[in-house]
């Protein structure tokens, strides 16, 4: 397998992670999986609502594809781990994404909170994804803490408004040493795109896609963004300079011998 | 005598002597599909049959749902 993935002792081939939130419907899933490529799939723990007849989401999910349940909803560390056990129990595996909101309107993760409950579930054989605001300390501490992978903000949850921390996770790109993941805020595949060039191990995207008028288009064009930025990386994009650099030679045409 | 219980959090009034798996019956849900917490520990999904409900019980019932 060249240039994989490896997150938790696994290799993928995708470096599409895929949000199921807020979707139409659930039965989307498949198809917007099969066309994204991505081979790992968030989803959240809920109460059940009597009121309301609901259908299992793990039924329209690939077998194959790798469960990452998110701890949404936690307010604190001890809530994190709690749900991150109970989705464990459910036999989904022991993958979490960790998320410690207590901010309502920006919905900016508690780094520290966040890194007590990797700490935890880190031991207890959990391979931790934790949310968090691209902050290289933060990102320090997780690494200690056991995280698998950081996964940094690019602009607030469901916003779309692309990489508008760019500068912070490029310095966790260059710092840490641990897949970075750019989770939250990308809203056109461009952004997932400039994301991979700088260097993102991956990208997680959820809102983007199900908010699209096509979502199973939008996961298309994702997919391609994501491997075009991912192959830029790789080729080693040029410098850039201040002034033009011709492209095309200046010397030994028309001017030359003609007697001026 | 029926017995009082919280489910998800409200007061609920059920039938002494039922089991975590009739209960699930009863509301019509699938045992494979949700996870349930009593009294803040998992139970796990062998024990739904001959798990009695008992007065003041708390009880969780989650399933999982599309989330980012």
């Excluded at chain 1, 949404?72 to 781990?81: L, P, Q």
């Excluded at chain 1, 900016?108 to 968090?132: C, H, M, Q, S």
């Excluded at chain 1, 490029?170 to 993941?181: T, V």
């Excluded at chain 2, 045992?31 to 009593?38: F, H, M, Y």
Aim: proline share 5%; hydrophobic share 45%.
């Amino acid at each position: 397998m060249k240039d994989a993935l490896e997150i938790g002792g696994r290799c993928f081939q995708s470096r599409l992670l895929l949000g199921s939130g807020k979707l139409s419907s659930d039965a989307l899933i498949p198809e917007i999986a099969a066309r994204s490529g991505a081979e790992i799939i968030t989803v959240a723990l809920r109460r059940i609502d009597f009121k309301s007849a609901s259908a299992n989401i793990l039924n329209h999910i690939p077998k194959n594809m790798q469960l990452m349940p998110n701890t949404s909803g936690a307010r604190n560390a001890d809530e994190a781990v709690r749900i991150a056990r109970i989705a464990r129990a459910a036999g989904c595996g022991n993958w979490v994404k960790i998320e410690v909101i207590t901010d309502n309107k920006y919905l900016l993760p508690d780094g520290y909170e966040t890194v007590r409950a990797v700490e935890i579930l880190a031991k207890e054989g959990f391979v931790t994804l934790p949310y968090v605001s691209p902050d290289l300390m933060t990102a320090k501490r997780l690494v200690e803490a056991g995280a698998a992978a950081v996964m940094p903000l690019g602009a607030p949850i469901g916003s779309n408004r692309g990489l508008k921390t760019k500068e912070l996770i490029r310095i966790l790109i260059d710092e840490i040493n641990l897949p970075i993941i750019v989770d939250a805020g990308l809203g056109k595949p461009s952004h997932a795109c400039e994301a991979m060039e700088m260097g993102a191990a991956a990208c997680l995207v959820n809102t983007a896609i199900a908010g699209a008028s096509d979502p199973v288009a939008m996961a298309a064009a994702f997919s391609m963004a994501v491997q075009a930025g991912r192959q830029a990386f790789l080729a080693g994009p040029g410098a850039e300079t201040s002034f033009a650099t011709a492209s095309s030679p200046l010397t030994g045409f028309l001017r030359e011998g003609i007697g001026h | 005598m029926p017995i009082a219980l919280t489910i998800n959090g409200e007061e609920h009034q059920i039938q002494d002597r039922l089991s975590v798996a009739a209960l699930l019956a009863q509301r019509g849900l699938d045992p494979n599909a949700v996870v349930v917490e009593l009294n803040l520990a998992i139970l796990p999904k062998e024990a739904f049959a001959h798990t009695l409900l008992e007065e003041k019980d708390r009880l969780e019932i989650l399933r999982f749902v599309g989330g980012g």
